[in-house]
Each structure stands twice: as C-alpha cells, then as structure tokens.
C-alpha cells in the first residue's frame, strides 16, 4: 500500500469529485452568511460594501445583550453540572466489567441523544408548567436543570473514552501506598482525567449555548436566549444584525473546537 | 486496609457514583416522558392543559376526524399527509446524504495521515454549529431573493426567480445540509477501519470498480452505513426547526404538528399522543439497529 501505483486501489470513480462538492456545498452557504455579516447596506443579500456596523447594532441591543447574557450563564451552569454528574457517571460505569444494570443505566445516561428534541422538549414543558403553578418559582432553575440533563452524554463519553484508556496500575499504586480514596481520586486519578473532563465540558457547554427547541418550549416569557431570540427574528425581516450574531456564535463555536482538538491531542 | 479499599473502587456498588446523574436525568428528561403517555390518554383541557379523565380522543384524533354536524367518522387526511411527508423527506434526506456522505467519509478516510485530520476537522466544524445558523444560511441560499435565485438570474437562466422557499424541496435540501456532518461521522469511523487490501484482492479476481464497491466495500463497512442512516433519519423525523422555517405554515412535519397542539391547536392530549407515536418510531428504529449492528459485528 505504502508505495506510489498507477492503479490507486483507495480511489473510486466520482468519489473525489462528489466529497469535493460536499464539502463546497457545506462551506458556501456558511462563508456567504458570515461575508454579509460585514455588509454596510442593511440587505442580507445586497452588498453595500465592508462594514462592522451590523455588529456594532447588535452589540448595542439591548434584547441581543440580555439574550446573551442568559445563554452564557445557563451553558456555564450547565456544562458545570453536567460535567461533574457525568464525571461520576464516568468513573461509576467505566473499567469495571460488565455488571447488572449496565444497560439500563446506559440507555438513560444516553438518553437525550436518542429521544427526539421536540419529544423532551413538549415532555418538559407539561412537567415544569406543573411545577411552576406548584411552586410559583419562574427562574432560570428550569432552564438550568435541562440543559444540565441533556448535556449530560455530551460530557460523559468523551470522559468514559479518556478513562476507558487510562490504566488502574497507577490507582492500585497509590492505594497500596496508603492513598485513601478520596487522595487517589484528587492526585491519581483526576489529573490524569482532566484532558477528557475538559473536553466534555467543552461539548457540553457548545450543546448548552446551541440550543433551540428545548429552551423554546421550557422558558418563561422574557427568557430568550441568543438562539430563541434568533429564531423570533428570522421569521421577521431580516437584517444583518442576524449574521453578525450568528458570526460571533460561530466564531466561538470554532474557537472552543479548536481548544477541544488541541486538548484530546495531548493523550498520545 | 488497600484490599478494602480495591474492593470499595471496584466492587459492585461503584456504579452507585453515577446515581446523580442518574436522578436529574430522570427528573429532567426521562421520566417527564412518562407524563407525555399518561397526558396522551386524558381529556382535553378547555383551553389548554388536560383534565383528569381516561379518554381515547388524543389517540383517535391521530388517525381520524370526526364531522362537526353528524358525528361520521374520517381518516384525518391533512394528519396522514403530514406524517406521509416527514416519513417521504426523512428517507429522501438519509439517502440524499448517504449519496453524498459515502464518498465525502471515502475521501477523508484515504487521505495521507497527516492531512487526514484537518478534513476530519472540517466536518466536525458544521456538526457543532449551531442548528439555527445553519438553517438560517441554507435560508439565504434558496430564498427568492437568495444566492441561488440571483445567480441564476444573473446569468439568465432564469428570469424569475424559481419559489423554493416554503415547500418541501426547501425542507428537503436543509435537513439533508444540517444532518450531512452526522452521515459522514460514523462512515468515516468504518471507513476508517476498513483494510484497503481487500479491495486490491477484489481487483485482482477481475472485479470491476463497481463489483468491488458493492460486493467488497458496502457489506463491512454497513455497521457504519446502519449508524449513519440511524443517526440522520431520527433526528430528520423529529425535526422542528428546520421545516419551521423553511417549510413554513403549510409544509408541516410531525415536530411542527406536536408544537402546533401545544401552541395554537391547545389540544394536549392529541400532541401527547403524536410525541408517543414519534417517540415509538424511535425506539423500533433503536431495537432494529442494535440487532442488526449486533448480527453483523459480533467481535464488537
């Protein structure tokens, strides 16, 4: 396989050509979105030439502000608690053999990637209405705890993956050097961890901030986040206001990716 | 003391550490689906909500109308057309995205290792952005006023512009360019594996390409095919934002239909038994794939 032949058994006909096109397919409409971001006419498909002001306009809405501001601290809160639960989670199913219950913790530990979102999203929002006349409580707590529940598999299986790698020689050292657990979890275990804790973090809050329909039908009146905001404007005229916010979304979205491949690197 | 403490970290009740992630996902997404059932069997409420009687109208009224004036029974045809169309454009979207997936997985997968990353990294990119986004630019593409309209016409093609927008061809194109990245993630992963002597072995038996793609190629990497198709066809079923705002009001899928009970319709019980019926597809669609997945790839 290593050397170069004029018959290339690896290439199919058209293949290169159609993955090309997928791959043009995928970025175009994307590189258009963010071009228009930086238009100084107020179309979001006529040039009036190279400007920032869409993202000055946003950045002074007071509704964009608020938006943001509230999908930030819902994904931090989310991604916290997730990534904990998940690394508990982790570290209670993984390297362990097979043992009873298995599947049935599996399949609700992974749940949320499985239940169609417009499924949980309606199951919530009779549940938490309920509870909302029950308590009298409208916060952001909702929105809180289901995003914690579906980030949970986001962050549990690039942990599971990173412990499934990792050896027990090290534990089973430091407990034979009289570690009490707690000392072989803080200074063994974790450290070692930490790259696919980080990285489950990183999904989870991408999930967190990304989400549309479950806070569309869990929110109370006044609650937009920066995607339920966004997806009221898109059924209004459209201005490039929306690009720009989809550009810095992105834009961060890309960043956190790129954190993410540089920390899961590492492990070789 | 260290036996003890072995046995505590690796003994039967360490699973008990995940128990808190157990109870909020119980509490905030498994067991409220329970509601969902018990919801889907109640009256319907006067307004919105339910009342607390056993009636079978949530489920009837998924398959059937019944007339205002003198009480005959009909098949509920704008229901059926509606669940006739998220099956038709989920399985014209799995294969539209398996024709272009395949050789996208094909292409990344044969790469020279040091480059083969960086392309992997260009799928991963759009499978993390934002739905929203990415329907909203797929918006921009097929809009009368869009690229497409206005490129077409520039070039006169066209003189007026072709209405995509608001039907199911518009539907159709944004779920298969928002669920590609999820096609093309588990073909790679087989792909990946796949021993490309094998094919050299297919060549020299005097196979042609074709025979080798289809006799050699497709039948080991089908776990990956099964998962791919799983993978895009779920969510394509269930799919709300997407047909929401490029379907609009007339081109509903289910998601949009449960939303619509919810919302304006306030028939709860009926949207709880639709959310049962998709949730059922679901998990038949589960059962299926783990069976199959499990025949054909028994090492795992």
Redesign the interface.
């Known amino acids: 396989m290593a050397k170069q032949r004029a018959f290339d058994v690896t290439t199919l006909p058209g293949f290169t050509f159609i993955a090309i096109l997928s791959f043009v397919l995928l970025y175009a409409p994307i590189a258009t979105l963010v071009i228009y971001s930086f238009n100084g006419g107020n179309s979001v498909n006529q040039w009036g030439g190279f400007s920032l002001q869409w993202y000055v306009v946003a950045f002074n809405n007071e509704a964009v502000q608020d938006a943001a501001a509230r999908s930030l601290i819902i994904a931090v809160w989310a991604s916290v608690i997730s990534t904990v639960l998940a690394t508990m989670a982790a570290l209670g199913t993984t390297r362990r053999g097979k043992f009873k219950g298995q599947t049935v913790i599996y399949i609700i530990l992974n749940q949320p990637l499985m239940v169609p979102e417009i499924v949980t999203a309606v199951a919530l929002l009779i549940f938490f209405s309920s509870v909302k006349v029950v308590t009298g409580y409208t916060g952001l707590g909702y929105l809180i705890l289901a995003h914690s529940a579906f980030c949970i598999p986001f962050a549990y299986l690039p942990i599971k993956a990173r412990l499934e790698g990792m050896d027990t020689a090290m534990e089973t050292a430091a407990a034979d050097l009289y570690a009490t657990p707690w000392q072989t979890f803080r200074y063994v275990t974790l450290p070692l961890l930490l790259p696919g804790v980080i990285a489950g973090a990183m999904l989870a809050f991408i999930i967190s901030l990304d989400n549309v329909i479950i806070t569309e039908f869990v929110k109370s009146a006044g609650q937009d986040t920066l995607p339920t905001y966004m997806l009221g404007q898109l059924r209004r005229a459209l201005t490039p206001e929306v690009n720009a916010i989809s550009t810095a979304l992105l834009a961060l979205t890309v960043l956190i990716l790129i954190v993410f491949v540089f920390v899961t690197k590492k492990r070789e | 003391?260290?036996q003890r403490?072995?046995q505590?970290?690796?003994g039967?009740n360490?699973?008990?550490?995940?128990?808190?992630?157990?109870i909020?996902?119980?509490?905030?997404?498994?067991?409220?689906?329970l509601?969902?059932a018990i919801?889907s069997v109640l009256e319907k409420g006067d307004y919105s909500?339910v009342r607390w009687i056993l009636s079978g109208d949530g489920w009837f009224r998924v398959l059937f109308e019944r007339d205002i004036f003198d009480q005959t029974v009909s098949l509920a045809d704008a229901n059926l057309s509606i669940f006739w169309r998220s099956v038709k454009l989920s399985v014209a979207t799995t294969l539209i995205t398996f024709?272009?997936?395949?050789?996208?997985a094909?292409?990344?997968a044969?790469r020279p290792a040091k480059v083969r990353?960086f392309w992997l990294?260009?799928?991963?990119?759009?499978f993390?952005?934002?739905?929203?986004?990415?329907t909203?630019?797929?918006?921009?593409?097929v809009?009368n006023?869009?690229?497409l309209n206005?490129a077409l016409m520039n070039i006169g093609l066209i003189s007026e512009p072709i209405q995509i927008m608001y039907t199911d061809t518009a539907v159709l194109i944004g779920m298969a360019?928002v669920y590609?990245?999820l096609m093309?993630l588990p073909l790679y992963a087989a792909i990946d594996r796949f021993d490309?002597?094998l094919?050299?072995a297919g060549?020299d038996l005097y196979a042609s390409?074709w025979q080798v793609?289809r006799s050699v190629i497709l039948p080991i990497i089908k776990p990956g095919i099964i998962a791919g198709s799983i993978l895009v066809f779920?969510?394509s079923?269930?799919a709300?934002?997407t047909p929401r705002?490029l379907g609009g009001g007339k081109n509903m899928m289910?998601?949009n239909f449960?939303?619509l009970q919810?919302g304006q319709g306030q028939n709860?019980p009926l949207?709880?038994a639709l959310?049962t019926v998709?949730?059922l597809i679901?998990l038949v669609s589960?059962v299926v794939y783990t069976r199959v997945s499990s025949r054909d790839n028994p090492h795992g």
């Open positions: 003391m260290s403490r072995r505590r970290t690796k039967a360490g699973w008990l550490l995940s128990t808190p992630a157990l909020l996902l119980v509490f905030a997404a498994s067991g409220p689906l509601i969902v919801y909500g024709a272009l997936g395949l050789p996208t094909w292409f990344i044969t990353a990294f260009l799928i991963t990119i759009p993390w952005t934002n739905l929203l986004i990415r909203f630019a797929i918006m921009e593409v809009r006023e869009g690229i206005t360019y590609l990245p093309v490309f002597r094919i050299e060549y390409r793609l779920i969510p079923l269930g709300y934002v705002l289910i998601g449960i939303e919810f709860w949207g709880a959310s998709l949730l679901v589960l």
